[in-house]
C-alpha cells in the first residue's frame, strides 16, 4: 500500500448495541437494494443526493496550501460532495466528501470519470490526478480524472479520537508478556477514545458505504458508469463498489489487491513469509554495498546487526535525537515498512535507516534524517492520529474480530520461531478486539467483472497468491503479472514500462487481452 511508512497499507471504533446493528443491517440491505435499482414508479430515495448540482472551484485553501495550490496549476477543481452518514436514513444526517478534478481534454475520445483511490484503509486520493496524469500520457485526455478523499478521510467531513501513540495497526507484541499486556491496554485505549469522540459515526464509517458514496458520485457526475483504478486496499474497495452496483463499471484496474476473504484487520498475517524473504533479499543488497553502509558484508550479518538492534531495543529504547524513543512495539513497523519495494532508491532508504539505528543500539548520538524523523514522527506521536483513527474506524466496521485477548498472545508466541520479526507483528492484538459487532457484515463478493487485475509475484503486502483467487473469482478478468518483483503498487509506481503500456492500453481501448499477460522486473 503506499504511503509512509508502507504497511498496507495504513484507518478503532465501538459501535451501536448488537440489537440495534442487527436492524440497521436489515435496514441497510434494503436501503443498498433500492440505490442499485431503483424501480419505475417508485421514489428514489437518494434522488437529492444524485441530482445535486456540484460547485466546482479553486482548490487552494490558502497560501500554504501545497496540494491545493499544485491542482490549481494543473488546471484542476474541487468540489464536496454531500452524502447521507445512514444510506437507511437518507433524510438524517449529512456530510462530505471531497473532490478533485482534472477534465477530458480530447472530447472526440471521452470515456467518462475515472475515480482513484490509493488504498490504506484510509488513504486520502485528492491528489492522485496530478501523481497519475504523467503515467496515463495522452490516456490523461479521454478521461476526467476525479480524485476522491474517502468520507472522513483527508478534506473530507474528519474524524480523530485524539490518540498521542502513533498508529494503532503498525505495532508488535513484544518480546515477553509484559510487553504484550501493554498492547492490551493500547487497543483497548484507543477503542474507548474512539468511542467516546465518535461513537456516533462510527457504524458508518465502513468500505460499504465508501462504496455507496461512489456511486452517488457517479450519479452527481451525469456518468452512468465509473472507470476505477484502486490500489491495495483500493483493490477491496473496488470489489465492493462492483458487487453492490452491477453493471455500473466501465473500466476496472485493481493494482496489488486481495481478495476479500484475506481482507482482515490484522493487515500483515499471512504475509509473514513474504516480508521474510524481502527482508533477506535487502540484505544481501545491502551486503552487496557494505562500503557504503558498514552493515555486513554477508547477507548474514546484515540480518545479524537488524537482530542486534531488536534485541537493544527491547532492552532499552533507542534514542533517536533528542525527540523520538523507539521500542520493540514500533521498531519492526519502521524496517517492515521499508520492505515494500525492491527499487534501490527504497532498498537505500532503508539502508540509511538500518545504519542510523545500528548506531543507536550501540548506544551512540544519533540524528534523524527528514525522511525517519517523518516516519517516527508518524508513528510515535499524535501525528499519527488521524489516519489510524480513521484506518481502525474502517477496518473494525468492516470486519469483525472477538478473538479473546489470549489467543493473540498464544498466535504471536507460535509466530516467532517461523518470523522473528513479522510474526508478532503480524499476529498482534488491535483495537478491533474491543468492539461491538459491525453494522452490517462482510461483503460476499460473488460477480465477475472484466477487470484488468496487476499484481507482482513477490508482493510482500498483498499475496500474488490473492490475486491467483481473486482471478479465479472473476474469469472474464485478465491478471498481468510482475515475475521476479517484490513490489507492492505497480502501475506508475514501479517504472516498469511494459506494466504501464499495458494498463494504459487497456484504459484507452477498454479492450482486455485475450489472455493473462506478463511483464518481467
Not at 12 to 37: E, H
Not at 297 to 326: K, N, S, W
Request: glycine share 10%; net charge negative; hydrophobic share 40%.
Amino acid at each position: 500500500m503506499p504511503g509512509a511508512p508502507s504497511v498496507p497499507g495504513m484507518s478503532t471504533t465501538r459501535y451501536v448495541k448488537v440489537l440495534a446493528a442487527c436492524a440497521a443491517a436489515l435496514a441497510v440491505t434494503a436501503s443498498a437494494v433500492t440505490t442499485a435499482t431503483a424501480t419505475a414508479g417508485d421514489r428514489d430515495p437518494l434522488a437529492r443526493f444524485h441530482g445535486q448540482d456540484l460547485d466546482w472551484h479553486a482548490c487552494a485553501l490558502g497560501e500554504d496550501d501545497e496540494l491545493g495550490t499544485a491542482l490549481d496549476a494543473a488546471g484542476a477543481d474541487c468540489a464536496d460532495v454531500t452524502v447521507p452518514l445512514d444510506y437507511a436514513d437518507p433524510d438524517g444526517r449529512t456530510l462530505t466528501v471531497a473532490l478533485s478534478r482534472l477534465k477530458a481534454t480530447d472530447t472526440a475520445h471521452r470515456v467518462g470519470p475515472l475515480l482513484f483511490n490509493d488504498g490504506g484503509p484510509a488513504g486520502p486520493s485528492l491528489h492522485m490526478p496530478l501523481t497519475k496524469a504523467e503515467v496515463l500520457g495522452d490516456v490523461a485526455d479521454r478521461f476526467d480524472l476525479i480524485g476522491m478523499d474517502p468520507r472522513f478521510v483527508g478534506r473530507s467531513t474528519p474524524l480523530d479520537c485524539g490518540w498521542d501513540h502513533g498508529s494503532a495497526f503498525m505495532r508488535s507484541a513484544g518480546s515477553d508478556l509484559a510487553a504484550y499486556r501493554t498492547e492490551v491496554a493500547a487497543a483497548r485505549d484507543m477503542a474507548e477514545r474512539c468511542e467516546r469522540a465518535h461513537g456516533d459515526v462510527l457504524p458508518y464509517v465502513t468500505t460499504r458505504n465508501t462504496a455507496r458514496d461512489m456511486d452517488v458520485i457517479r450519479a452527481a457526475l451525469g456518468a452512468d458508469t465509473l472507470s476505477y483504478l484502486g490500489y491495495s486496499y483500493g483493490g477491496y474497495l473496488g470489489q465492493v463498489y462492483s458487487q453492490l452496483f452491477p453493471g455500473r463499471t466501465d473500466r476496472m484496474v485493481l493494482d496489488s489487491a486481495n481478495p476479500p476473504e484475506r481482507y482482515r484487520p490484522n493487515l500483515l498475517r499471512g504475509a509473514e513469509a513474504a516480508n521474510d524473504a524481502a527482508l533477506r533479499a535487502w540484505a544481501s543488497w545491502t551486503a552487496a554495498r557494505h562500503g557504503t553502509y558498514g552493515l555486513g558484508a554477508t547477507r548474514q550479518r546484515v540480518l545479524a546487526t537488524v537482530e542486534r538492534i531488536a534485541d537493544a531495543a527491547a532492552e532499552e529504547p533507542l534514542r533517536i535525537g533528542d525527540t523520538y524513543t523507539l521500542d520493540e512495539h514500533v521498531l519492526p513497523a519502521l524496517l517492515v515498512g521499508g520492505l515494500a519495494s525492491d527499487l534501490d532508491a527504497r532498498r537505500a532508504d532503508l539502508a540509511a535507516t538500518v545504519r542510523v539505528l545500528a548506531r543507536a543500539a550501540d548506544r551512540e548520538p544519533v540524528e534523524p534524517s527528514e525522511a525517519l524523523a517523518g516516519q517516527l514522527e508518524f508513528l510515535l506521536t499524535g501525528a499519527g492520529s488521524g489516519p489510524s483513527s480513521r484506518m481502525a474506524a474502517i477496518l473494525c466496521g468492516d470486519v469483525a474480530e472477538r478473538q479473546g485477548v489470549a489467543s493473540y498472545w498464544r498466535a504471536v508466541e507460535a509466530s516467532r520461531a517461523r518470523s522473528p520479526l513479522t510474526g508478532p507483528m503480524a499476529e498482534n492484538i488491535t483495537p478491533c478486539e474491543f468492539w461491538e459487532r459491525p453494522a452490517e457484515a462482510p461483503t460476499v463478493i460473488d460477480n465477475d467483472v472484466p477487470a484488468l487485475l496487476v499484481s507482482a509475484t513477490g508482493d510482500p503486502r498483498t499475496l500474488y497468491s490473492g490475486a491467483l483467487a481473486l482471478r479465479e473469482q472473476w474469469p472474464s478478468a485478465r491478471l498481468l503479472t510482475v515475475t521476479g518483483a517484490r513490489q507492492h503498487g505497480l502501475y506508475g509506481e514501479y517504472g516498469n514500462a511494459c506494466v504501464d503500456g499495458r494498463v494504459n492500453a487497456y484504459l484507452r481501448t477498454g479492450r482486455l487481452p485475450a489472455h493473462d499477460p506478463a511483464c518481467r522486473a
